[in-house]
Structure formats: structure tokens, C-alpha cells
């Protein structure tokens, strides 16, 4: 049985295992300590929100959230930045449970909406438009520093 619960302080080593496995997915070079004081801070200044999925005590899947604000609708925003489901327990709707998770806490605290961006060929955007997240009409551009 899967339990999907709110990371806090504790569970960040735990955290860590998954989410070096969620960069390195990404071709991303990580440090566990720098992972961890990444996660760390995030946690213990209220700058993200983190659920996990368990099974067994294991942590198999993570989505992480992070607050802006939308000044048109003069209210909070999440953006979906981050959702990993081990490898061995995809196709087994974990990500669907953590993204109905994050549905309920944004309603719950009064959001907006919950924004997320992915790569055009990847395979999840087939579950957000599912789940009922639309393409949206606005164009993002970053500037990397």
C-alpha cells in the first residue's frame, strides 16, 4: 500500500536517496551534502513543499512544489518543479496519487493554481493532461545566470 505524506526535517535523508536518483535522471551531477542542505533549507524556511510516496517505509516517489504568486488573480501558486517515481514502481499510479495530493493541498490553502513545465517528449505530459492540466497560452523564457 502506498502512503503519500508531507516530508518535514526528518524524512530529508531518507529524501536525499530519491532525489540524487531524480537529478541523475536529469543528467544532473549531484553531492548528498549539498543535496541535502538544498532540501534542508527549503524545508526549514517554508520556501518549498515536499510529498512523499512510501511503500514499506521506503520512499518509491516525490513531488516537490514551490509558492510564487499570481498578482492577477491576487492570490498563492504553486509550481510543480519536481516528480520522480522510482523506475521499478511506475505504471503503478504513484504519480497520479502524488499529483492528486498536490491538487488537494493547493485547494486547501487558497491557490490559484498549480503550474508545472516539461520537456515536449516527455511522457508524464500525458498524465497532467489527463489528471486536467492544460497547455497554456503564455510563452516561457529563462535566463540562465
Do not use: W
Not at 29 to 48: A, G, P, W, Y
Not at 110 to 128: D, E, G, K, M
Request: hydrophobic fraction near 40%; charged fraction near 25%; aromatic fraction near 14%.
Amino acid at each position: 500500500m502506498i502512503k503519500i505524506h508531507q516530508a518535514n526535517i526528518n524524512d530529508i535523508e531518507d529524501l536525499e536517496v530519491i532525489f540524487s536518483l531524480y537529478l541523475k535522471f536529469y543528467k544532473v551531477e549531484s553531492i548528498r551534502d549539498d543535496n541535502i542542505t538544498f532540501l534542508k533549507e527549503r524545508v526549514q524556511n517554508n520556501e518549498s513543499v515536499i510529498f512523499t510516496a512510501k511503500k514499506d517505509d521506503e520512499i518509491v516517489g516525490f513531488t516537490q512544489l514551490f509558492p510564487s504568486f499570481s498578482s492577477a488573480s491576487l492570490k498563492k501558486v504553486y509550481i510543480l518543479n519536481d516528480l520522480f517515481v522510482l523506475e521499478n514502481y511506475r505504471n503503478q499510479g504513484i504519480a497520479k496519487l502524488l499529483i492528486h495530493q498536490v491538487i488537494e493541498f493547493a485547494k486547501e490553502n487558497n491557490c490559484a493554481r498549480v503550474s508545472l513545465s516539461t520537456a515536449r517528449n516527455n511522457p508524464a505530459q500525458f498524465l497532467y493532461e489527463k489528471l486536467g492540466f492544460k497547455e497554456s497560452s503564455f510563452k516561457f523564457f529563462n535566463y540562465n545566470l
